[in-house]
């Protein structure tokens, strides 16, 4: 069975940080990428930063030089510094291998002004 397990969310001020981790295991077949999506209220659910089976790593326009993504084994993390009211939302983990994408259960994130 499939666990993605995320945390780390929370409420912060206009330029603090918070680190997302995401926990898997289970997922077979390896995987072809993995990151993090998020949804503002009333918005479609977008990508924030992925990371390849050949490490190469993407960010949104919106967020680069401000996250960071990391892997190390088992664990994906999201270092969000200089946060700003247009990253709130529900932070998601996924995990797409050559069958089907996998999600976390979400994680709450609010900047507050």
């Known amino acids: 069975q499939v666990h993605l397990l995320e945390s780390g969310g929370g409420l912060v001020q206009v330029g603090e940080s918070l680190t997302l981790s995401c926990v898997e295991s289970g997922v077979e077949f390896g995987y072809n990428s993995m990151g993090w999506y998020r949804q503002a209220p009333g918005k479609q659910r977008d990508l924030v930063a992925s990371i390849s089976l050949s490490d190469t790593i993407n960010y949104a326009d919106s967020v680069k030089g401000r996250f960071t993504l990391s892997r190390d084994k088992n664990t994906l993390s999201l270092q969000m510094s200089n946060l700003q009211p247009e990253d709130t939302g529900v932070y998601y983990c996924?995990?797409?291998?050559?069958?089907?994408?996998?999600w976390g259960q979400g994680t709450q994130v609010t900047v507050s002004s």
């Open positions: 996924y995990v797409r291998n050559p069958v089907r994408t996998y």
